[in-house]
Structures are given as C-alpha cells and as structure tokens.
C-alpha cells in the first residue's frame, strides 16, 4: 500500500507542523490518496474502513483551502451526531494549531441556540454540524449558504441511517452548483451512490483497497485494559513471560517516548524506534536490539517497517492499529521461522469494535484474557527460579559453595532456613517489603465468602464519610489503579472514619498494591488486610 509523507504532499509549513505536533508520522493510505485531489479542487468519494484517518483526510485540504481573508463561510461539513461533530471539530483545533486566524464553529443540537447564534455572528469560515440543527440555522438564516465553496458529507453511511437523507438535500440544494463536493463513508451502499449521482459532479472515487494477508499462527490474545492502566498492563506481561526480545507498538512518536521514559523509570531496558531519530541513531538502536543490550523495543509502525530482526518473542499492541494491515505487519514480526510467538493487544471500551474489524479482516481469532495477577507473575518468577537452581545442581561445579554452607551448618544453621532465606533474598526483589508482609498473612484465616461462594478478603482503607467518600469513589480508584474491574469487586462498606472493602483473595494483592499510598478523592490513604475485630462499627 503506498503511503505518503506530510512533507511530500504541497501542505502549507503550518499544517505540517500541526501534523507532527499530532504525532502522525506519515499519511494513512487514504489521507496519501485524498488529500491532493481534494486539493485540485476535484469532487470525491472517499470509502476506507471506520479508524484509517478519513477526518484529516478532508480537514487538512479542507483548512488549506480555506481563504484566510475572506471572512464569510466558505466549507460545511457535516457529521452524523453531536459526538461526531464535536470529535472532527476537536481534530480540526488539532490541525489549526498553526492557522488560529481560521474560525471554526460547531453547531450540534442539544447546545443552547443562542449561543451557536452569536458564535455565528463573529463569523465563521468554516461551520461543522449535524444536519438537524445546521438546517435550523439557515432557516433562521443565521447560516448563510451564498458563500460555501466546499460541502463535506462526513460518515454518509451513518448520516443515512440516522434519517438525515431529506436533510442532507435540502441543505445540498440550498448551496451554490459550483461548489466542491466530497463524501467520506466507511461503506457505500446504493442511497449513498443515489446521493453522489444527484449532488456529486464527475467526482473522484478514492477507494482504500486491501490485499489478504496470511497471519503467522501464533497466540493472539487481547486484554480490555484502561488507557491509564496500560503501562501497568505492559509490565505484568513483561514479568510474567520474560521475553528476550519484544516489541510494543505505539501509533504515535509521542507515544512511544512517553512509554520509553515510562519503562526505563521502572528499570526495564528500553528504546524507542520513530521517524524523528537520524538513519545513524536508528542503527545504534538496532545494533542494541539484536546484541540484546535492549530488551524492548517501543516503536511506530513506520519506523518498525525496516526491522529484520527474526526471534522476536512477544510484539505488544499498546495502542490499536490505525489499519487491519498495520495490525497483520505487526504480529508478523513474532513466529518468524516456525518459532513460538505471542501477540497482545490492548483493548479500551469501545475499541473492541476496531478489534472485530481486524478480526473479519485477517480472518483469525483474538481471544480475551485476564491480565496475569501479581500472584500469578510471582508463581511464574519462582518457578523459573527453581528450574535454574535445579539446573545449576545437575552442572555441579559446587565446592566452593557448599563449603560456605557446611561451614553456616557448624554455626547450628538448618539447611531448610539456609535455602529459604536464599530464595527470599533472590525472589523478595520482585514483590517487595511491603507486599512481603501480606504473605505471612494467612488469608484463609481472613476469609470471608462471597455471594458466588468465591474467596474473598476484606481490605481496611483510613478512610470513610467524613472524607466524603462514596461506593463509587472507592470502585474508581480501585479499577483506575490497578485495572481491575468494578465488577469483581465485592460489598463496600462506608462508615465514619474507615471503609472496607471485599475483594477476591487473587486480587488482594493487586489492589493493596496499587492503593497502597495512593488517593481516593484527594485524600491520601492506607490500605491493608482488615484486623476481624474491626467492620462491627455502626454504618
Ligand atoms: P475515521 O474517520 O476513518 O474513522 P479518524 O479520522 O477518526 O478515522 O481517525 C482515527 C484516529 O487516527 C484518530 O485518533 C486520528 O487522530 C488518528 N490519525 C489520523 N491520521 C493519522 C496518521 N496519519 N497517523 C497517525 N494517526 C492518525
Ligand atoms: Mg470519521
């Protein structure tokens, strides 16, 4: 697929710059594809799947076009719903970073009239609006259509099935013939073509075509995480398998320095690969990758594009892929030459819809999994202990050592507590002083069963009603900081001065943890096991 760089595409300094400052490294196929037609002044009809960049695709032509000295309306775009409006305005201040003396105005219902009016009344070059209430608009005739040049039809599709098609033509034949034309849609169904035949003249099809593409067979699991618990996520995967090579994909530079300083901060050995780096910069990040000096490698799918490294065993989606063929190159990276590989992927709300598409797309399976819990990833750091101890045994070579204990033994020391203050000394690193101390706890002792019979423990927290703290404000903290669901969470109580709260034993640790130290609404609190003399207060 050819895409382009910003740089090669005629845009103005100011929207480039825009750009970058976005992140965007290189145009998506269908921004590389639109963006100079619509530039020639063409009428275009854009189809690419829903996440491939449609909004920049009109929006940068869109600004360039958009004489700054005139000051009357000249580009209407208009979008499906409120949200969708107010997300390509969002993208639009984006882009305009540079250009400031542009004016953009939103107009959606749902907002006070009046104060669309006087918005408008300041004037506006360029006006994006659901159909409903851009109508309403030039009906009181505080739109004046006389000056559009260029009408844009965002998400046809969904306009339609939303019922905005007598809308659309009303508004369509309202605006002067000459003007430019262009519909974006993820699919074109014959109403739309019917739309395109009526209002569209000789327009451009631009059409993002897909090659199939074969999946390595390897293990492809996502996890439903937060955008603020990623980080956290990555680390857990990072300690529970150990890979020796990895790569997490970002989909832009600025995420891939920000996950970069995140991961070296926490200790691990990390570089980022993005188009800003010198080809000579590049190579030292390389060399450091294939010798092993980097373990990880944080890396944009452009810069990830030259990479010819072959045993790589876990590639990590920190962010979605923009495009279903971006998603493919990337796990292709791992289960090189019929080698084991694992790829994950990182899934918020409402992304599992862009996770299906990939899914169709490649035509194999992302199952779900549970992020590993800290118990887990202990089990898994000890076993891998134990089967170095056993192996370091069988080598022998151990004389010089087993004098060192023979000679604690003579001190009256039993080899039993000898062996496990070892293991402690290796292993405590991992979950720490603190953590440490949960261990000696004997949950059974502490257990409370819940409502679906499971194992659960009860957590005291320093802080209850007086703090003004509510059910809600306890299942925030809880799910933003350690990213486990509210739903496992079990009966919170709230009294005066403390609160408890049930949680299944797996995940006790995991969220003494990640609260320990930290804030519920502002205030800074403790966490622990809860003692059983405490929790008979009164509510
Ligand atoms: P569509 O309208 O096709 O569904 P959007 O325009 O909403 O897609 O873009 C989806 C996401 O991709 C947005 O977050 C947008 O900022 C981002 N994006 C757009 N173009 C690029 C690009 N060239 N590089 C990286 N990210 C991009
Ligand atoms: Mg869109």
Redesign the pocket.
């Known amino acids: 697929m050819e895409t382009l760089k ?1 740089e090669e595409m005629n845009l103005s300094p100011e929207i480039c710059r825009a ?1 970058a400052d ?7 196929p ?2 590389s594809q639109a963006i100079s037609v619509i530039m020639e002044g063409k009428d275009v009809i854009g189809q ?10 009109f929006g940068i032509p869109c600004i360039e076009m958009i004489d700054p000295e005139d000051r009357r309306l000249q580009a209407v775009i208009l979008c499906p719903t409120r949200e969708l409006a107010i ?1 390509v305005s969002e ?1 639009f201040r984006k882009l305009l970073k540079y250009k400031d003396s542009i004016r953009v105005v939103p107009i959606y219902g749902g907002q006070p009239i009046d104060r669309q009016i006087s918005a408008l009344k300041k004037g506006a070059q360029v006006i994006i609006g659901t159909p409903g209430r851009v109508m309403d608009h030039m009906k009181r005739r505080t739109l004046k259509m006389e000056t559009v040049k260029t009408v844009i039809l ?2 046809a599709d969904e306009m339609l099935d939303m019922g905005f098609r007598e809308d659309i033509e009303t508004i369509l034949i309202k605006i002067p013939p000459e003007r430019q034309t262009i519909l ?1 849609s ?1 699919t074109l169904s014959k109403e739309i073509l019917d739309i395109t035949k009526r209002f569209l003249t000789e327009p451009e099809y631009i059409k993002v075509i897909r090659k199939e593409l074969t999946v390595p067979n390897i293990d492809q699991i996502y996890f439903d995480v937060k955008e603020k618990t990623k980080l956290d996520a990555l680390t857990r995967l990072m300690d529970m398998y150990n890979p020796k090579l990895s790569i997490v994909f970002c ?2 530079k600025k995420r891939v320095d920000d996950v970069v300083e995140l991961l070296q901060g926490r200790g691990y050995f990390a570089e980022g690969l993005h188009g800003d780096l010198k080809q000579p910069q590049r190579d030292v990040v390389m060399k450091k990758f294939r010798n092993g000096t980097i373990e990880i490698l944080v890396a944009t799918d452009v810069a990830a594009r030259g990479i010819d490294v072959d045993d790589i065993d876990m590639v990590i989606n920190y962010d979605i892929p ?1 495009d279903e063929e971006y998603y493919v190159h990337r796990i292709g990276r791992t289960g090189r030459a019929g080698r084991s590989g694992k790829a994950f992927t990182f899934c918020v709300g409402k992304e599992i819809y862009k996770l299906r598409d990939i899914m169709k797309y490649t035509k194999t399976k992302i199952i779900q999994q549970k992020l590993p819990t800290l118990s887990d990833i202990e089990e898994a750091k000890t076993n891998n202990f134990i089967d170095k101890v056993k192996e370091t045994i069988e080598e022998g070579h151990l004389t010089k050592y087993i004098n060192i204990v023979e000679s604690m033994l003579e001190d009256d020391f039993v080899a039993m507590d000898i062996a496990a203050a070892l293991m402690k000394l290796h292993l405590a690193d991992f979950s720490g002083d603190a953590l440490d101390a949960i261990d000696d706890i004997n949950f059974d002792g502490c257990d409370a069963y819940g409502d679906s019979g499971e194992k659960t423990v009860r957590l005291f927290i320093n802080a209850g009603k007086k703090h003004k703290i509510r059910t809600k404000d306890v299942l925030g903290a809880i799910a933003g900081e350690t990213g486990i669901s509210g739903k496992v969470i079990g009966s919170i109580d709230i009294y005066d001065d403390y609160t408890f709260v049930d949680v299944p034993s797996e995940y006790a640790k995991d969220v003494i943890k990640g609260m320990k130290n930290n804030k519920i609404k502002g205030k800074k609190i403790n966490i622990e096991i809860a003692k059983k003399t405490k929790g008979k207060g009164k509510k």
């Open positions: 910003f750009v976005m992140g965007f490294e290189e145009a998506t269908i921004q690419s799947q829903t996440g491939t960049g449609k909004t920049a695709a997300q993208e965002d998400e974006f993820a989909n832009t923009q």
